[in-house]
């Protein structure tokens, strides 16, 4: 395995601390998405597919990711089971934001995942990516281009007595995503462009 970097694939990744969360993250309770997904082959299925509902498709060359049109998107990933972890083919990775190639070895993709941690993915470990092409919306069984792109808000902070919610499309359930600090501020809010497309389309998530 002479295209291996022993040191990129076994070093600790250390989670930036500064990372925002929702109000109501716990670390002891939390279940990431790729550990359900590999864990449970039914929620897989539904993952997957609403996946492929929210605009994400699979690249036909793994190798196009490294292409700089590709930096700042978000992209998933299944490993082939060739690589260091001793994951299994088809193993699950919730990727992140893509950073560029290695400087050092264009092999290698660097991306910044949902905690915080940068990362170097060898592409020879790589089995599958998905990226979501962010101007397509799929509605029912036809394919619309559209202007509008998902919408992101800033993770809420400073509790009050005036919480804005949004409905989360994964889980159905309403999720805190502002505090305002009136209600006057809150009616504000809520009748945005930004968040009234979020609430019709569901098409909205978090910044990190």
Known sequence: MENVKHELQIY????????????????????????????DPDFEIYYINK??????YKLDNIQS???DEMKGRHFKYR?????????????FRSGGMIIGKNKTDEKYLMYKAYNGCMFPLQLS?????????????????????????????KSPEGVTDFPVYLKSRMTGENIVIHYAKSNYHRNR?????????????????FEY
């Open 12 to 39: 600790e990744r250390v989670p930036d601390f500064n990372t925002k969360h929702r109000p109501d993250f716990n670390p002891r309770r939390y279940v990431s998405i790729q550990e359900r997904v590999n864990s």
């Open 51 to 56: 996946l492929i509902d929210d605009g994400w």
């Open 65 to 67: 990711i490294l292409s």
């Open 79 to 91: 490993l082939n089971g060739t690589g260091l972890s001793d994951a299994k083919k088809g193993t």
């Open 125 to 153: 470990d790589v089995f599958e990516i998905y990226i979501k092409n962010p101007n397509v919306k799929l509605e029912g069984s036809k394919k619309e281009v559209i202007i509008k792109n998902t919408v992101y808000f």
């Open 189 to 205: 809010f809520v009748s945005s462009k930004k968040y009234e497309y979020a609430s019709r389309t569901g098409d909205w998530g």
